[in-house]
């Protein structure tokens, strides 16, 4: 149980175009959903935090015009990178958890995307 | 401010025992988890401490002492397998994850 999937896995686009990564909890339902970024060699960078039917909560030096994320189910929740630059290229990666305070996170298998 | 140590990189051999420790600074504390991760793959839960003491899952065994602000992962019978970078992070007032850099474990045979 508590598998969660993203797609596409890895993707290579043009600057200035615009990408779409989709994570969907398979077979749970996910009231929150975490969006990280990780750059080689590094952590884990939280960037912002989902709620089904609200508004994300964007942590601090992260653009929410240019990561924009939808929680539009319990399932699943979409980052699009707008206008992508050749410094977004970082490893992506979403979690959920079902709701509970504490609780471990599920990760999701992670989104390369390279911006040419 | 809120900060997590963790030693950057370590060596051990294969069928040996490797310590991973971690001490954490956070605003307020709701637990400690461990995940591991291979390369190129998302963090995978290894272990949850919210209590002092030693708790042990198979081969992997995690260490909570909340007074002195550390943890540590114990790794026994170290197999191959077990290379891969360890995630520390501590649980804040929040609710929020506060992550370590990571420790990057590598076996040798």
């Known amino acids: 149980g508590a598998v969660v999937s993203q797609h596409p896995s890895w993707v290579i686009c043009k600057s200035g175009t615009s990408v779409k990564i989709e994570c969907r909890s398979l077979d749970f339902q996910a009231t929150t959903m975490f969006w990280y970024r990780q750059f080689p060699k590094q952590s884990l960078m939280l960037m912002a935090t989902?709620?089904?039917?609200?508004?994300?909560?964007?942590e601090q030096g992260v653009e929410k015009d240019k990561f924009l994320i939808n929680h539009a189910s319990l399932t699943l929740s979409t980052l699009t990178v707008t206008s992508a630059h050749p410094e977004d290229s970082s490893f992506y990666i979403c979690?959920?958890?079902?709701?509970?305070?504490?609780?471990?996170?599920?990760f999701g298998p992670g989104t390369r995307l390279t911006v040419t | 401010g809120q900060n997590i140590d963790q030693p950057t990189e370590m060596t051990a051999t294969e069928g040996a025992i490797v310590q991973i420790n971690c001490t954490y600074q956070?605003?307020?504390?709701?637990?400690l988890f461990w995940y591991q991760q291979h390369a190129g793959e998302a963090p995978t839960f290894l272990s949850y401490?919210?209590l002092d003491g030693l708790e042990e899952k198979g081969r992997f065994s995690s260490f909570l002492s909340r007074s002195k602000g550390y943890s540590y992962l114990l790794l026994k019978e170290l197999q191959m397998k077990d290379s891969a970078s360890y995630l520390c992070a501590a649980m804040d007032s929040n609710y929020q994850l506060i992550w370590g850099a990571g420790t990057k474990l590598i076996i040798k045979p």
């Open positions: 956070t605003s307020g504390f709701n637990g």
């Open positions: 401490n919210v």
């Open positions: 979690s959920a958890t079902v709701g509970r305070e504490i609780e471990e996170q599920y």
């Open positions: 989902s709620n089904e039917g609200s508004k994300a909560t964007y």
